[in-house]
C-alpha cells in the first residue's frame, strides 16, 4: 500500500487535507522508551502552517492527540502508536469552482484519472502536503530514539529560490563550475559535519550564514507579491550512525531514505554525498581516502560518497540534499483546461497557500531521514 512505509518499523499515513483528522500509526517502536512530549510539540510547530507572513495563512495547531501506544508518563508499552491531528481550519468551497480545472503542478488531473470524480478535490485530498504532518509525529518520535543511540539528525536551507547560503560553499566543489551544479558541502573526518545553528523550534530559517535570511524572506515577499512562488534545496545530515547499516541493491541506505523523502509532496530530486557533481569529478578527487583518527578508527578525508558505500554505512556523517518545487497554487494567471465542458481557461487558483513551502519543510525531511535511518538500524 502506499500509505505505508517501513520494513522493522511499520508507519501508516492517514487522512486527507480537508477531512475531519489526518494521522498515523507506528508499528514496532520498543516498549520502555520515554518521549519527552514537550520537545514533539515543539518540534512539530516547526511545520505548522499560519505562523509567518511567508507561509499559507491556514491556521492548524497541529497538536496531536495519542489513541494508544503509551502507558503512564509518556512511555511506550509497546503497542503501536497511533496518533490523530483535526484539522480546524478547513475552506473547502475554496475548491468548488475549480473542481473540474486541474491546477497547473498539482496532482489534480492524475488523482482524477486513477480515481475518477471520487477523488478528494478539497485542498487536494491526500496528495496534500498536509499529510507529512503526521510524519512529523512519526519522526519526532523516532528523533528521539535515535538521540538514545547518540544519532542526530539536523537539515538546513541551501538554497531558496537564487539566493544560495554562502556557508554552503565547500572544497569538494571543485571538478564543475558552481552555476553548474547543486550545493556541496565537506564534512572533515573527525569533526561535526556542519555547524547548524537554526536546528532550532525557535529558529525559522536554518542556514549556516545568518546574513541570507533577510535575502531569502525578501525573496519570498517578492514572489509572493508578484502571484508567484519560490522553491529551493535543503541539505540533511545524519551523524552518528556506526558504519554496517544497510544492504546492498535494493534495501540500500540511499534507496530506503529516498523512499520516504520522496512522499513529501514537494520534493523532485535528491543526492547523496557530491551527487551528479561526481559525474563531473575524476576518481583521483571523488574517491574519499581512509585513514585513521585520533582514536584509531577508520575514516575518510573527505565525504563525496555522503556516508553510503554499497547501499551500507561507513560511519562517517550521512549527507544527501532534496530539491523542493516551487509551490504550485499561485494567484497568477495559468493554462488549464475545464475537464466539464471540454475548453481551454486560464485559471486563477482560489485559497491559501504557501508562497515558498522550503522553511516548513526542513522538519519534514529530518523527521523522513530520522524514519529511514532508525527502520535500518534495527534491521542491521
Do not use: W
Not at 491531528?85 to 480545472?101: E, F, G, L, P, Q
Not at 503526521?134 to 529560490?161: F, H, N, W, Y
Not at 540533511?236 to 509532496?265: K, Q, W
Request: charged share 20%; hydrophobic share 40%.
Amino acid at each position: 500500500m502506499s500509505s505505508f512505509y517501513g520494513e522493522n518499523i511499520k508507519m501508516a499515513v492517514f487522512g486527507q487535507s480537508h477531512a475531519p483528522g489526518i494521522g498515523v500509526t507506528i508499528d514496532g517502536i520498543p516498549a520502555g522508551k520515554k518521549i519527552d512530549f514537550d520537545r514533539l510539540s515543539a518540534f512539530l510547530r516547526r511545520r505548522a502552517p499560519g505562523r509567518d507572513p511567508y507561509s499559507t495563512p491556514r491556521n492548524e495547531s497541529d497538536v496531536p492527540e495519542f489513541i494508544c501506544g503509551f502507558s503512564e508518563g509518556g512511555v511506550t508499552c509497546g503497542a503501536p502508536v497511533t496518533a490523530i491531528i483535526r484539522n480546524k481550519d478547513t475552506r473547502s468551497s475554496d475548491y468548488a469552482a475549480i473542481a473540474d480545472v486541474p491546477r497547473p503542478g498539482h496532482a489534480d488531473y492524475t488523482a482524477l484519472v486513477k480515481y475518477g470524480p471520487s477523488r478528494d478535490a478539497a485542498g487536494g485530498g491526500h496528495f496534500s502536503g498536509r499529510l507529512t504532518a503526521p510524519v512529523c509525529v512519526a519522526g519526532g518520535i523516532v528523533l528521539q530514539l535515535l538521540e538514545d543511540m547518540g544519532v542526530t539528525v539536523k537539515a538546513r536551507i541551501v538554497s531558496l529560490g537564487k539566493v544560495r547560503d554562502d556557508g554552503a560553499e565547500a572544497a569538494c566543489d571543485k571538478g564543475a563550475a558552481r552555476e553548474d551544479r547543486g550545493p556541496a558541502v565537506d564534512f572533515p573526518a573527525s569533526s561535526p559535519a556542519v555547524d547548524f545553528p537554526a536546528s532550532s523550534p525557535a529558529i525559522d530559517f536554518p542556514v549556516s550564514n545568518l546574513a541570507v535570511e533577510n535575502a531569502m524572506k525578501q525573496a519570498i515577499e517578492e514572489a509572493k507579491a508578484a502571484g508567484d512562488s519560490l522553491g529551493g534545496v535543503l541539505e540533511c545530515v545524519v551523524e552518528g550512525v556506526p558504519a554496517g547499516v544497510g544492504d546492498p541493491m535494493f534495501g540500500g541506505l540511499e534507496n530506503r531514505i529516498s523512499g520516504i523523502v520522496f512522499g513529501i509532496p514537494a520534493v523532485k530530486g535528491i543526492e547523496f554525498g557530491s551527487g551528479f557533481a561526481c559525474a563531473s569529478m575524476p576518481g583521483s578527487e571523488n574517491n574519499d581516502g581512509f585513514c585513521f583518527d585520533e582514536n584509531g578508527k577508520v575514516v575518510t578525508e573527505t565525504n563525496n560518497c555522503g556516508g553510503i558505500l554499497g547501499g551500507i554505512s561507513n560511519g562517517m556523517p550521512i549527507v544527501f540534499r532534496v530539491a523542493i518545487k516551487p509551490t504550485p497554487s499561485i494567484a497568477k494567471p495559468q493554462k488549464s483546461v475545464d475537464l466539464k465542458t471540454g475548453e481551454q481557461v486560464i485559471l486563477k487558483v482560489p485559497g491559501r497557500h504557501d508562497p515558498c513551502i522550503v522553511p516548513r519543510a526542513v522538519p519534514v525531511i529530518e523527521a523522513a531521514a530520522a524514519i529511514a535511518v532508525y527502520d535500518a538500524i534495527l534491521g542491521r
